[in-house]
């Protein structure tokens, strides 16, 4: 069995417990095809090559063409390799279903990208407090000191200053599954996911947490 499927995210909503309590879920279509099978006694380990997401022909350059072809599915745009044991029986073109993965009830690790923020002050990006406001101070949102006087004479690598935010990789532990529809090939996971709406994610097995 493969630990993990490719995923996009749908968007945020909420569903009724049996109690009547509210759930708040992240809604995921996982799924895709397998492209191709890595085998111990060729590539020296277990794997499969999975993809997700179907794009015209036109759009896919010929060596991908090819690739694609070979495997007999249609032209993906994200691809990502996944363990698994040399006994599981998957071949190239085969449609993978995301209840045929995981069950309700397991605990999910989500693999994402972070929303991108572009550039932002030190005060946004890493919760600085910023100066005083009154009496005319002018540091409102200044960083202040960054370096040493002659001693090192330069700015230590890793000082917390303005730049790029977001756009990060982020991996959120013990997601558990509430429902799994089939039919629709989709996954309800309790709370957020990393990554705005129409991400592509990787959702794996927990390493950290096993269902009661």
Known sequence: MIQGILGKKIGMTHIFAEDGSIIPVTVIEAGGYVVQRKVRANDGYDAVQIG????????????????????????????????????????????????????EGEFVD????????????????????GGGDSHGSMHNRAPGSIGSSSDPSRVYKGMRMAGHMGSDGVTVQNLKIVAVKNEENLLLVRGAVPGAVNSVMMIKKAMKKKPA
Not at 53 to 81: D, I, Q, V, W
Not at 110 to 129: D, E, P
Request: glycine fraction near 12%.
């Open 52 to 103: 997700l997401g179907e794009k015209k022909e036109h759009r896919t350059s010929k060596a991908m063409k090819g690739h694609f072809k070979k495997a007999g599915t249609p032209c993906l745009y994200h691809l990502a390799e996944v363990k698994c044991s040399g006994e599981d029986a998957y071949t190239p073109g085969q449609a993978i279903k995301c209840a045929e993965v995981f069950k």
């Open 110 to 129: 989500v693999l994402g990208t972070s929303k991108g923020k572009g550039f932002q002050g030190s005060m946004k990006r890493h919760n600085f407090s």
